[in-house]
C-alpha cells in the first residue's frame, strides 16, 4: 500500500512549520513520527495534497523540570518519555503509559504530540493527559494559547488543533499523591485496547477512559465518588456512568462498559 | 514531484530524488537492490520488515525515505560482511534453528540487534517484550528466543566463513 500523491515540505523550525500551514491551509497535514498518520495515508483514508515534516525540529523534543510541572515537547518519542527518570519520579503514569504504546518499533518513531493530535478515542496517551489534568500548548500565527485536557478532544479524530496550528508542549503537573495505575484490555500484544483506564489518585483523582466514547473520555462520576471517598467497588461500579461507548468488530457497548467496570476495580486495588 | 535525499544503508551513501511518497522498505527493495527486508503485513504490524535507523528498530513500511534523509539504515545485509563471519544474533539463530519458513527471520535479526546493542544479557521477559512488534507466522518464537539468549550468551560469536556451509 502506497500513500496517493503529495507534497513533502521539511520544517526546519516550529515558526517555519506555521508559516507553511498558513501558505497550504487544509491542503496540509504535519507529520512528525508518522504512526498515525501514515497507515491512514497508506488506506487513502487520508490524502493530504502537502505533507508538512516537522520530524527534524529538534527544540520541540524535550522533557524538562519546570518547577510544578514537567514540560514534554510535541516531537518527544514514546521510547524518551518511557525511559525519562524525570517522569518516572514525577508523572510515572505518564512514563509507564508510554512503554505500552504500540510495540518497540513504534515506541522509537511514534510521539506523544502526534498521538494527542490523532485525538484517536482507542489511544492510550490521551486517557493519560485527562487523568492528569495537562495543559497543551498550541501555537498558531497569532501565537501561543494554552487549552486544558478536558478541551483538546473535541470529536472523533479531532482535536483543539486548528489547522494552522501546531501542539509544541504539553505540561503535566507534577503528581504528589502515591497511588496510581493503567490498565488495558486487549486480545493480543501490541493491539489497540477494547478498554483502558488510567487512573491517578490524589487529592483531585483523575481516570481517563480509552476507548469509552467517540473522544476519549473522563469518569467523571467515579472520579467525583473516589474524591468522596466511597469504597473501590462502589466507585468502580461507576466507570462508564454517563459514557456512551461505542459497539464494533471487538466488543458491543455493553461488553465495553463490563470491561471499563472491571478494569478500574484492578486499577484502584491495584494502585 | 521528486525529492532530493541522501541517505547511509549499511554504511554506504545514496543520494539520489525519489518520489515523496516512496517507503523506506520500497526505496531498500527496489532502489537499493536490498531484498533482504520483507514487506510482510505492509500495516505495521508484523516486523517482518523492521531495519535500524541510526541504530534504533523502526518498520520501514511505516516510515518515508524522506524522513530517513541524512540518516543511517542498517538492514539485514549490513549485520555480516560478505566474506563473514556471522554476527552473534546471526550464529544464535543458526545454533538454536530460531527460523522455519524464514519470512520473518530479517526482522527478528534486526529486532534483536537492536535489543543486545540496548542491553547485552536480556532476560527471557525482556527479549519476549521486545519482540512484542515480530510476528512469526510458523509461531517458531521458542527458538527465535533462545536463539537471541544464545548471542546474548555467545558475544563474540562463532567464526563461520560464509558460503561454505558447515
Redesign the interface.
Known amino acids: 500500500m502506497i500513500p496517493a500523491k503529495f507534497d513533502y515540505k521539511p520544517a526546519s523550525s516550529a515558526e517555519e512549520a506555521i508559516a507553511l500551514l498558513a501558505e497550504y491551509g487544509d491542503e496540509a497535514k504535519i507529520i512528525a513520527g508518522g504512526h498515525s498518520l501514515l497507515p491512514l495515508m497508506k488506506l487513502r483514508l487520508a490524502n493530504p495534497e502537502v505533507l508538512i515534516d516537522i520530524g527534524g525540529i529538534n527544540d520541540l523534543s524535550f522533557i524538562e523540570d519546570k518547577g510544578d510541572h514537567i514540560a514534554v515537547g510535541a516531537l518527544t518519542r514514546h521510547r524518551l518519555v518511557e525511559q525519562s527518570d524525570l517522569l518516572k519520579e514525577h508523572i510515572p503514569l505518564l512514563a509507564h503509559t508510554a512503554g505500552h504504546v504500540g510495540d518497540p518499533q513504534v515506541r522509537n518513531r511514534g510521539t506523544i504530540g502526534g498521538s494527542l493530535c490523532h485525538g484517536d478515542p482507542a489511544s492510550d496517551l490521551p486517557a493519560v493527559v485527562l487523568a492528569t489534568r495537562a495543559s497543551l500548548l498550541i501555537t498558531g500565527p497569532n501565537g501561543e494559547r494554552k487549552v486544558e485536557a478536558d478541551d483538546f478532544f473535541t470529536d472523533f479524530w479531532e482535536t483543539a488543533v486548528a489547522e494552522d496550528e501546531l501542539l509544541t508542549e504539553i505540561q503535566f503537573p507534577k503528581f504528589t499523591g502515591q497511588e496510581w495505575s493503567f490498565q488495558k484490555f486487549n486480545r493480543r500484544a501490541q493491539d489497540w485496547a477494547i478498554v483502558g483506564c488510567a487512573l491517578q489518585h490524589s487529592d483531585n483523582p483523575g481516570i481517563g477512559m480509552i476507548n469509552m466514547g467517540t473522544t476519549p473520555v473522563r469518569a467523571s462520576a467515579a472520579e467525583a465518588a473516589l474524591k468522596s471517598g466511597e469504597a473501590n467497588s462502589d466507585v468502580a461500579d461507576l466507570a462508564d456512568d454517563g459514557l456512551s461507548p461505542p459497539s464494533d468488530i471487538h466488543g458491543q457497548e455493553d461488553y465495553r462498559r463490563h470491561l471499563s467496570r472491571v478494569l478500574l476495580g484492578r486499577a484502584l486495588d491495584n494502585s | 514531484?521528486t525529492?532530493p535525499i541522501k541517505i547511509t544503508v549499511n554504511g554506504k551513501s545514496h543520494e539520489t530524488e525519489v518520489?515523496?511518497?516512496?517507503?523506506l522498505v520500497?526505496f531498500l527493495r527496489e532502489d537499493c537492490q536490498l531484498t533482504g527486508t520483507h514487506v510482510g503485513c505492509?500495516?505495521?504490524?508484523c516486523?517482518a520488515c523492521?531495519v535500524l535507523?541510526n541504530g534504533?528498530?523502526?518498520?520501514s513500511c511505516?516510515?518515508?525515505t524522506?524522513?530517513a534523509t541524512n540518516q543511517e539504515v542498517q538492514t539485514v545485509e549490513g549485520l555480516a560482511p560478505p566474506d563473514g563471519p556471522y554476527t552473534p544474533i546471526q550464529e544464535g539463530f543458526r545454533q538454536e534453528h530460531g527460523l522455519q519458513c524464514g519470512y520473518c527471520t530479517p526482522g527478528m535479526l534486526m529486532?534483536g540487534t537492536?535489543l543486545l546493542n540496548e542491553i547485552d544479557n536480556p532476560s527471557e521477559e525482556q527479549i519476549r517484550?521486545?519482540l512484542?512488534?515480530?510476528l512469526c507466522r510458523c509461531t517458531g518464537y521458542e527458538m527465535i528466543v533462545r536463539s537471541i539468549q544464545w548471542a546474548a550468551e555467545n558475544p563474540d560469536g562463532i567464526p563461520v566463513e560464509i558460503g561454505e556451509g558447515s
Do not use: I
Open positions: 514531484m525529492f518520489d515523496p511518497r516512496t517507503l520500497h505492509d500495516t505495521s504490524n516486523g523492521t535507523l534504533e528498530a523502526v518498520k511505516t516510515v518515508l524522506v524522513q529486532a537492536a517484550e521486545h512484542e512488534g515480530n
